[in-house]
Nanobody, 124 residues
Framework: QVQLVESGGGLVQAGASLRLSCAASGRAFSRYRLGWVRQAPGKEREFVAGMSWNDFTSYADSVKGRFTISRDNAKNTVYLQMNSLKPEDTAVYYC??????????????????WGQGAQVIVSS
């Protein structure tokens, strides 16, 4: 069983930056698909960013150019650097990991493990 522990959420003003971190247990981290998904109040879960096991990345159009997903395999950690934050980025952000390398890294349904969520609030 893989455990994911997130950190780094908070309250910021529009235009600011935040970095979310997600530390994972497990020995096969370097072969995980990794992703970030968010859910705003009253809205459906939304894909934000994903990374394949061999470091291909994909982003939602709404965050492209502002957010960056990265991983540090030595630390078993995935990051989401969020720049130029907007009020519409306000949501609970979840990190996710998937074990089978052949599955999608952009479809939230394809992930096997989830973090507890980190609240991000962007004020205008």
């Amino acid at each position: 069983q893989v455990q994911l522990v997130e950190s780094g959420g908070g309250l910021v003003q529009a235009g600011a930056s935040l970095r979310l971190s997600c530390a994972a247990s497990g020995r096969a981290f370097s072969r995980y698909r990794l992703g970030w998904v968010r859910q705003a109040p009253g809205k459906e879960r939304e894909f934000v960013a994903g990374m394949s096991w061999n470091d291909f990345t994909s982003y939602a159009d709404s965050v492209k150019g502002r957010f960056t997903i990265s991983r540090d395999n030595a630390k078993n950690t995935v990051y989401l650097q969020m720049n130029s934050l907007k009020p519409e980025d306000t949501a609970v952000y979840y990190c996710a990991a998937g074990e089978k390398i052949c599955k999608s890294y952009t479809d939230p349904e394809s992930y096997d493990y989830w973090g507890q969520g980190a609240q991000v609030i962007v004020s205008s």
